[in-house]
């Protein structure tokens, strides 16, 4: 189940590079060096979080070469570990780094920076934990597709799996959380 977003994620890549326009052709000179911004959106799981979430934010994206661009997003997550135990979240900046293998088509690599603050329900750890607010970084990467919506932006949408392991304080059970996450999301950027 946690991976099905994911599989559906990779579906509605395929549904839009295969119903792309020739607009974007292997031949044609590089023309897309514009600056985007726009809204961005996902969902993701973390491998122990208690369910699927969303996220949500802004991307700023620039094709500096024609196989080489770079992002870099601001959003806001929040999600819940150990039976609604402990509730994270976090403000993630991150920077990353674009291979373009074909005009339309990206390899993502890159570095986050999650301001994370946590809260424990001591009600039902039985215990009195105080809130907590770290900073802790993250790698990611992963793959999308970049397609043209006219003169006046692009949708890109993306699968993304990232590393990143919360500090939770100790309470029985918390030892072996896994907090590397898929993250699978859609913009749409509007060229400035």
Do not use: C
């Amino acid at each position: 189940m946690k991976f099905l977003n994911v599989i559906r994620m990779a579906v509605l890549l395929a549904i839009l590079i295969t119903t792309s326009s020739n607009s974007y052709s292997q031949t044609a000179e590089f023309e897309d060096s514009g600056l985007y911004l726009g809204p961005q959106i996902g969902v993701f799981k973390a491998a122990d979080a208690d369910n699927t979430y969303m996220t949500g934010g802004v991307a700023l994206r620039i094709k500096v070469m024609e196989f080489l661009g770079f992002e870099g997003a601001v959003n806001y997550r929040q999600e819940k570990y150990a039976d609604d135990r402990v509730t994270v979240k976090s403000w993630p900046v991150m920077v990353t780094g674009l291979l373009y293998p074909l005009p339309y088509l990206y390899a993502a690599i890159g570095a986050g920076w999650y301001n994370t603050s946590y809260s424990y329900n001591n009600s039902l750890l039985g215990l009195d934990y105080e809130s907590d607010t770290q900073q802790e970084f993250g790698w990611h990467f992963g793959a999308g597709v970049e397609l043209p919506v006219g003169e006046i932006g692009k949708i890109v949408g993306d699968v993304r799996y990232v590393f990143l392991n919360y500090d939770f304080q100790k309470f029985p059970g918390s030892e072996d959380r896994n907090a590397n996450y898929v993250l699978g999301s859609v913009s749409f950027l509007f060229k400035l």
